[in-house]
């Protein structure tokens, strides 16, 4: 079982910066592919950057070259930077985590990009 809580959204200029943190209980979490997904009114949640066990990244062509996805498995934590924002980030953003048939979700941070 493994329990995600997000934390570090809210609301930002547009330019601005904000870091999302997922922190996670559960050894699983550490050998999980984990992914940020984001969820705005009216629209499909769709992923935006994810990271496996081994560090790999890759990431949504929408916010390549702004967002960066980290890890840091000592801390059990995940974390996503997010440079320039643009009105058209704001989202609720989810973080799961992944491995097999272990499908988990957090319970989402608002992110709201405005003047």
């Known amino acids: 079982q493994v329990q995600l809580v997000e934390s570090g959204g809210g609301l930002v200029q547009p330019g601005g910066s904000l870091r999302l943190s997922c922190a996670a209980s559960?050894?699983?979490?550490?050998?999980?592919?984990v992914g940020w997904y984001r969820q705005a009114p009216g629209k499909q949640r769709e992923l935006v950057a994810a990271?496996?066990?081994?560090?790999?990244?890759n990431y949504a062509d929408s916010v390549k070259g702004r967002f960066t996805i980290s890890r840091d498995n000592s801390k059990n934590s995940v974390y996503l930077q997010m440079n320039s924002l643009k009105p058209e980030d704001t989202a609720v953003y989810y973080c799961?985590?992944?491995?097999?048939?272990?499908?988990?979700w957090g319970q989402g941070t608002q992110v709201t990009v405005s003047s």
């Open positions: 990271i496996t066990s081994g560090g790999s990244t």
């Open positions: 559960g050894s699983i979490f550490r050998i999980s592919t």
């Open positions: 799961n985590s992944k491995y097999f048939m272990h499908d988990y």
